[in-house]
């Protein structure tokens, strides 16, 4: 098994930042890949990062490129998604997850944290 907490969610205005933490325990050399999905009120839970674990190849859904920033710190187990000029649209529960893949998939990651809430207002 794998543990996910993810941090770092809040209120931020239209064109601010946010980085959102994940710390991983428990069986860590299982993993191959960590993700961030989100989903929003009413919608289907969404792709939005990932990266290899120990290996730093990362992929980002195209709405996000170059606004978000996926990494690793391996000395603390922990994946970061820094969020820049965020949107409104950007306002959903962020979740991390741990996956056997490096994909979009979200049925190909197999561990999932509770999530933290991302609001953008204007």
């Known amino acids: 098994q794998v543990q996910l907490v993810e941090s770092g969610g809040g209120l931020v205005q239209i064109g601010g930042s946010l980085r959102l933490s994940c710390v991983a325990s428990?069986?860590?050399?299982?993993?191959?890949?960590m993700g961030w999905f989100r989903q929003a009120p009413g919608k289907e839970r969404a792709f939005v990062a990932a990266?290899?674990?120990?290996?730093?190849?990362?992929i980002y859904a195209n709405s996000m490129r170059g606004r978000f920033t996926i990494s690793e710190d391996n000395t603390q187990n922990m994946v970061l998604l820094q969020m820049n000029d965020l949107k409104p649209e950007d306002t959903a529960v962020y979740y991390c997850?741990?996956?056997?893949?490096?994909?979009?998939?979200?049925?190909?990651?197999?561990?999932w944290g509770q999530g933290t809430q991302v609001t953008v207002s204007s």
């Open positions: 990266i290899r674990w120990n290996g730093g190849e990362a």
């Open positions: 428990g069986r860590i050399f299982s993993i191959y890949s």
């Open positions: 997850a741990a996956g056997r893949a490096l994909v979009f998939d979200p049925e190909l990651y197999d561990y």
